[in-house]
């Protein structure tokens, strides 16, 4: 049987028909895929991401701890949380500890004073700072040079201690120090800026930290400065000593006298404490008490192995053996529960 042919607006209305249900069918395939995204996006914010540090305190005691101090044990000169409690248990178990800070404006002696002050056990040797290394390398690199600083007080006077000649005239310098200056301003800029611009000193600076925490949010530290020098000289520093640098590595490695393996770094910067943990060898943990925060974690290349809010969560619950996940002592005998006689 044969049918009529159908009419052109007939054809038509077929045809809007069909596109009709081709769109529905379309924008339901659309919202179920949406949905099928938003499931997934919801599992994967409850699944641990793998490529993140365990969000943990690390399950064991090392046999020896790097720590550093700013935004690390304490803030703006007072202690931080569980930072006092932590140390003193790293000591009863036997572990040795170094102190490490790239802010030049004490001498080893008076941190480990201020630490004294908080609560906290510290030996002068057990603490390293950029003037612990800054002589030394600068006697070897550049024997006999005369140094420009743009510093505060202190770095001069540890120079001057190490028998290293300081002016403050450009063209007698033969290398510019920069460092943690609260007391930068032009004149000093200009002073570095015609020491090497004109006559060729090198720089060196003391660390390459951009700001010191604060409990008010910071301060403009070395790399801020050792910026501003860079950008007017139109020259790179021939050495930022500091974390993450060799030179203290070094000092790092022979005064804490342990097996990389067997030590942990803490500290509060991924791009110096963990980047330096890393150098060295040794187990890294950041804590979220200072500098770093968790969405600059997230945005990070940099990936400690250990991420702790603080200080207070550094430590195993039960007290271990350094280097081991053995308890160091036996479990105190559980008390009987007293009751009073009827």
Do not use: W
Not at 1 to 7: E, L, Q
Not at 10 to 23: F, K, L, P
Not at 110 to 127: F, M, N, T
Not at 280 to 290: A, E, K, P
């Amino acid at each position: 049987m044969r049918f009529p042919p159908t009419s052109r607006s007939g054809r038509r209305a077929g045809q809007s028909r069909e596109a009709e249900a081709r769109t529905a069918e379309a924008r339901t395939a659309e919202a179920r895929t949406a949905e099928a995204r938003t499931a997934e996006a919801r599992t994967d914010e409850s699944r641990p991401d793998e490529a993140s540090p365990a969000c943990a305190r690390p399950p064991r005691l090392f046999s020896g701890y790097v720590l550093d101090l700013d935004g690390t044990v304490y803030l703006g000169g007072e202690a931080l949380p569980g930072s006092v409690e932590t140390l003193a248990r790293i000591r009863a178990a036997g572990a040795r500890v170094v102190f490490l800070t790239n802010n030049p404006l004490r001498s080893a002696a008076s941190y480990a004073e201020l630490l004294r002050g908080i609560g906290v056990q510290a030996a002068d040797h057990e603490i390293v700072t950029p003037l612990s290394v800054l002589p030394g390398y600068l006697s070897q690199r550049y024997p006999g040079a005369v140094a420009l600083t743009v510093a505060e007080p202190l770095v001069d006077q540890t120079l001057a201690a190490a028998g290293i000649a300081v002016t403050t005239e450009p063209s007698l310098a033969d290398v510019v120090v920069v460092s943690f200056d609260r007391t930068f301003d032009y004149t000093k800029l200009l002073r570095a800026f015609r020491a090497v611009r004109k006559h060729g000193a090198a720089i060196v600076a003391t660390n390459p930290d951009p700001f010191c925490p604060t409990p008010d949010g910071g301060l403009p530290d070395c790399g801020a400065i050792l910026a501003a020098v860079e950008t007017a000289t139109g020259t790179r520093a021939s050495a930022v000593l500091g974390k993450p640098g060799p030179e203290m590595a070094a000092e790092v490695r022979a005064r804490l006298g342990v097996p990389s393996a067997d030590a942990a770094m803490v500290g509060d910067r991924l791009l110096t404490d963990v980047a330096m943990s890393r150098a060295l060898g040794m187990t890294s943990i950041l804590v979220l008490s200072g500098a770093t925060s968790a969405g600059d974690l997230a945005r990070s290349d940099v990936r400690p192995d250990y991420l702790v809010d603080g200080l207070g969560d550094l430590l195993p619950e039960a007290d271990l053996e350094p280097g081991s996940g053995r308890p160091s002592r036996p479990p105190p005998a559980r008390p009987q529960a007293h009751r009073s006689p009827p």
